[in-house]
């Protein structure tokens, strides 16, 4: 893409092509000699990530970034020299999501540790489905997902987990194991075994993945009652119950509670205990959707009173990828009874779960899921949590909280820059910023109106400018407004400094 290149091969290398590597030639040394430029190449990105004067993002709009890029696919293959520039272009218009100053995602950071995981993983390249392919990463999902359900609750231990495509596709596996539980002969004989509606609940702030299992599955969203949450974003348990007795009132099933430990925008806790009681007064299933907050099981100082109950749970979504930053994808499902995902999923495929093979066919993880092939995604978490222990993680979650709470008070310092709209449960901080002229204007529902109309001037201007990002959208109860988030180790109390400050400076005139 690029024509000149800060990343030379040697002249003897630059012009061959792919056949003059492995495995096409027996090329020890110009294969060697490709990937260390490619490691070059990638390190000065995870050090301009690191680097507070390096630009978050270089922004482009995807018209003008089109011309800028050459994406097209060749007639005849490239020089090794030119994949190379393709790849040095690549990460130079890549937004910097590990930067200091990337405050935008839930998943965020550059965790060096998980990092050099995921190459390892990559260039061992195999699939998970079989103890026969992947030996030692199959033991090692067993290990870590054992010391997760662990930390979930002594009860948990001989429970059952897997690690899906992300948390949408593990609240999916909480919906289909408690509907096979309830209803064992739905696999074979389908929906006409389901005499009546069935129907699940989840607050009004729960991830839209939760939603959307009552369509994929059979039930329509009408049949996802999307239960009140009060003023902190956390589900009220007298409405769950209301709105169970109502439906039952019409000859419906409610089956599936999910709770939310953490939501997505407002970083809220659903009273575990009380919904937990509710559940188990009606029968129903209750799945915990911890995908951003279960990180926090591993602080003993903030774990409770927000995931108190947590062990009351039939199922936890629970994201590493998220809050313990590991790198894009790690995400996991656990189950507090062993064998539900297996008799609920397996088909048993004869070309590649054979019975009769030379090991314990009990690791040939593959047929607990809807899947065929599954991504090797333990290995990056194992490592990271090699390296840090329990006891690292626990301090990471103690100093993103930490630099919240300092964020939360740097804003009540400047009241008359900032408002900040809730006091947070975690590390999502909901603020609006206020430019000049609003400044001595009394707060109202206009003044709100006019905040909200700030927000995406104001984050275009960030992005503009490449200095900072910060999310923004609107709520049932609120026009838009800043939702930051703290989820990278990388973060610093100056950063959160220089983020109010960078707000302030680029957007005081709006
Ligand atoms: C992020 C999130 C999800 C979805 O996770 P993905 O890995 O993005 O699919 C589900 N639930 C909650 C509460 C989340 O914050």
């Given at each position: 893409m690029a024509n000149s290149s800060n990343y030379k091969l040697s002249?003897?290398?630059?012009?061959?092509?792919?056949?003059?590597?492995?495995?096409?030639?027996?090329?020890?040394?110009?294969?060697?000699?490709?990937?260390q430029k490619i490691v070059d190449v990638l390190m000065e990105f995870v050090r301009s990530t690191n680097d507070r004067k390096e630009k978050v993002l270089e922004f482009h709009h995807p018209e003008e970034m089109k011309k800028i890029l050459d994406l097209k696919i060749p007639e005849q293959g490239l020089s090794l020299q030119s994949l190379i520039d393709d790849c040095a272009t690549t990460l130079k218009y890549q937004v910097k999501t590990g930067h200091p100053h990337f405050f935008n995602q839930l998943s965020c950071g550059l965790d060096i540790i998980s990092m050099a995981g995921e190459w390892l993983t990559a260039t061992a390249n195999t699939n998970m489905f079989t103890y026969e392919i992947a030996p030692v990463f199959i033991l090692m999902e067993n290990v870590v997902m054992t010391h997760m359900r662990e930390i979930i609750g002594s009860?948990?231990?001989?429970?059952?987990?897997?690690?899906?495509?992300?948390?949408?596709?593990s609240n999916l596996y909480a919906f289909l194991a408690a509907r096979h539980k309830m209803f064992p002969n739905y696999k074979e004989k389908g929906i006409a075994t389901i005499q009546g509606q069935l129907v699940m609940y989840t607050s009004d702030q729960s991830h839209y993945s939760v939603k959307s299992c009552s369509s994929v599955c059979g039930l329509g969203t009408d049949n996802c009652l999307m239960v009140p949450s009060d003023i902190h974003g956390r589900m009220i348990p007298a409405e769950l119950e209301r709105l169970i007795l109502d439906r039952k009132g019409k000859g419906h099933i409610p089956?599936?509670?999910?709770?939310?430990?953490?939501?997505?925008?407002?970083?809220?806790?659903?009273p575990i205990n009380e919904i937990a009681d509710i559940c188990q007064k009606y029968g129903m299933w209750l799945h915990v959707d911890a995908a951003w907050g279960g990180g926090l099981l591993l602080s003993k100082k903030y774990r409770h009173p927000r995931l108190t109950g947590i062990e009351r749970a039939d199922s936890v979504t629970w994201n590493p990828h998220k809050l313990m930053g590991t790198l894009l994808q790690c995400s996991t499902i656990h189950f507090k009874e062993n064998g539900l995902l297996m008799s609920c999923n397996q088909m048993a495929a004869d070309y590649l779960f054979m019975q009769d093979k030379l090991y314990d066919v009990e690791f040939d993880t593959g047929d607990k899921v809807i899947q065929c092939g599954r991504h090797n995604d333990i290995f990056k978490l194992w490592l990271q949590w090699r390296a840090k222990g329990d006891e690292g993680f626990e301090k990471h979650m103690d100093k993103l909280m930490e630099l919240s709470e300092y964020m939360v008070k740097r804003i009540k310092e400047q009241p008359e820059k900032f408002y900040l709209i809730l006091?947070?449960?975690?590390?999502?901080?909901?603020?609006?910023?206020?430019?000049?002229?609003?400044?001595?204007?009394?707060?109202?529902?206009?003044?709100?109106?006019?905040?909200?109309?700030?927000?995406?001037?104001?984050?275009?201007?960030?992005?503009?400018?490449?200095?900072?990002?910060?999310?923004?959208?609107?709520?049932?109860?609120?026009?838009?407004?800043?939702?930051?988030?703290?989820?990278?180790?990388?973060?610093?109390?100056?950063?959160?400094?220089f983020l109010l400050s960078e707000l302030d400076k680029l957007g005081n005139d709006l």
């Amino acid at each position: 893409m690029a024509n000149s290149s800060n990343y030379k091969l040697s002249a003897a290398t630059a012009n061959l092509k792919y056949t003059e590597l492995y495995p096409y030639k027996d090329s020890a040394v110009n294969s060697k000699e490709f990937l260390q430029k490619i490691v070059d190449v990638l390190m000065e990105f995870v050090r301009s990530t690191n680097d507070r004067k390096e630009k978050v993002l270089e922004f482009h709009h995807p018209e003008e970034m089109k011309k800028i890029l050459d994406l097209k696919i060749p007639e005849q293959g490239l020089s090794l020299q030119s994949l190379i520039d393709d790849c040095a272009t690549t990460l130079k218009y890549q937004v910097k999501t590990g930067h200091p100053h990337f405050f935008n995602q839930l998943s965020c950071g550059l965790d060096i540790i998980s990092m050099a995981g995921e190459w390892l993983t990559a260039t061992a390249n195999t699939n998970m489905f079989t103890y026969e392919i992947a030996p030692v990463f199959i033991l090692m999902e067993n290990v870590v997902m054992t010391h997760m359900r662990e930390i979930i609750g002594s009860n948990w231990k001989n429970g059952d987990s897997i690690l899906a495509p992300g948390g949408s596709i593990s609240n999916l596996y909480a919906f289909l194991a408690a509907r096979h539980k309830m209803f064992p002969n739905y696999k074979e004989k389908g929906i006409a075994t389901i005499q009546g509606q069935l129907v699940m609940y989840t607050s009004d702030q729960s991830h839209y993945s939760v939603k959307s299992c009552s369509s994929v599955c059979g039930l329509g969203t009408d049949n996802c009652l999307m239960v009140p949450s009060d003023i902190h974003g956390r589900m009220i348990p007298a409405e769950l119950e209301r709105l169970i007795l109502d439906r039952k009132g019409k000859g419906h099933i409610p089956f599936f509670v999910a709770c939310t430990s953490g939501t997505t925008v407002l970083g809220s806790f659903d009273p575990i205990n009380e919904i937990a009681d509710i559940c188990q007064k009606y029968g129903m299933w209750l799945h915990v959707d911890a995908a951003w907050g279960g990180g926090l099981l591993l602080s003993k100082k903030y774990r409770h009173p927000r995931l108190t109950g947590i062990e009351r749970a039939d199922s936890v979504t629970w994201n590493p990828h998220k809050l313990m930053g590991t790198l894009l994808q790690c995400s996991t499902i656990h189950f507090k009874e062993n064998g539900l995902l297996m008799s609920c999923n397996q088909m048993a495929a004869d070309y590649l779960f054979m019975q009769d093979k030379l090991y314990d066919v009990e690791f040939d993880t593959g047929d607990k899921v809807i899947q065929c092939g599954r991504h090797n995604d333990i290995f990056k978490l194992w490592l990271q949590w090699r390296a840090k222990g329990d006891e690292g993680f626990e301090k990471h979650m103690d100093k993103l909280m930490e630099l919240s709470e300092y964020m939360v008070k740097r804003i009540k310092e400047q009241p008359e820059k900032f408002y900040l709209i809730l006091e947070p449960e975690m590390v999502n901080v909901s603020f609006w910023y206020i430019p000049s002229r609003l400044r001595n204007v009394a707060h109202s529902a206009a003044r709100e109106a006019e905040l909200g109309k700030i927000c995406p001037i104001l984050k275009g201007r960030m992005m503009q400018s490449g200095t900072l990002m910060v999310g923004y959208q609107p709520d049932d109860r609120r026009p838009n407004f800043f939702r930051n988030i703290i989820s990278s180790a990388a973060v610093t109390e100056k950063d959160v400094d220089f983020l109010l400050s960078e707000l302030d400076k680029l957007g005081n005139d709006l």
